[in-house]
T-cell receptor
Framework: NAGVTQTPKFRILKIGQSMTLQCTQD?????MYWYRQDPGMGLKLIYY???????DKGEVPNGYNVSRSTTEDFPLRLELAAPSQTSVYFC????????????FGSGTQLSVL | AQSVTQLGSHVSVSEGALVLLRCNYS??????LFWYVQYPNQGLQLLLK??????LVKGINGFEAEFKKSETSFHLTKPSAHMSDAAEYFC?????????FGSGTQLTVLP
């Protein structure tokens, strides 16, 4: 099983550039999430989705956009990259919310210079 | 709103010694509580979780945690540390379905 797959693993952007972080899962999970991880800060929820066509903001959504056209895919879009978006981004999925465990991808290291 | 506090951003123990990683939470409703582990350059993996029932929860790799409502704590323990336990550990709470993570504790195991 592939589980949760994120691409790319590393990326360097210039200020103002845009890019899409890809996330796909093959477990038929309804719930999908995007987190960012900054040193000493834990993981912060950016956006989440409870099913195809349904997305909602998390704790730190500013500067990001998402879409969920299929159950499998949940891309994260950065429109105008800023240095404050330098971080490690993790995509995760679960069958439902609440008590169910999250399955994480291996992360995308993004630097904005 | 819920929150999680992990006491100690770095903990060092000798191989074979007790591991104790501290986690306190706040939640307006009975919470679900989790411990996740992150090895270098990897995503997080679930160690154990508390939902309802028995307050002592056993997880993978010999770890366990006890939910203490009166102390709003969910500390993670392992009787004997192994070199392979070196990683970052995150406590998380989920009263409403969205996980809130603590800031993490980096565990170093000394030979």
């Amino acid at each position: 099983n592939a589980g949760v797959t994120q691409t790319p693993k590393f990326r360097i952007l210039k200020i103002g550039q845009s890019m899409t972080l890809q996330c796909t899962q093959d477990m038929n999970h309804n719930y999908m999430y995007w987190y960012r991880q900054d040193p000493g800060m834990g993981l912060k929820l950016i956006y989440y989705s409870v099913g195809a066509g349904i997305t909602d903001k998390g704790e730190v959504p500013n500067g990001y956009n998402v879409s969920r056209s299929t159950t499998e895919d949940f891309p994260l879009r950065l429109e105008l990259a800023a240095p404050s978006q330098t971080s490690v981004y993790f995509c995760a999925s679960s069958t439902t919310g609440g008590a169910e465990k999250l399955f994480f991808g291996s992360g995308t290291q993004l630097s904005v210079l | 709103a819920q929150s999680v506090t992990q006491l100690g951003s770095h903990v060092s123990v000798s191989e074979g010694a007790l591991v104790l990683l501290r986690c306190n939470y706040s939640s307006s409703v009975p919470p679900y509580l989790f411990w996740y582990v992150q090895y270098p350059n990897q995503g997080l993996q679930l160690l154990l979780k508390y939902t309802t029932g028995a307050t002592l929860v056993k997880g993978i790799n010999g770890f366990e945690a006890e939910f203490k409502k009166s102390e709003t704590s969910f500390h993670l323990t392992k009787p004997s540390a192994h070199m392979s336990d070196a990683a970052e550990y995150f406590c998380a709470v989920s009263p409403f379905g969205q996980l809130t993570f603590g800031s993490g504790t980096q565990l170093t195991v000394l030979p």
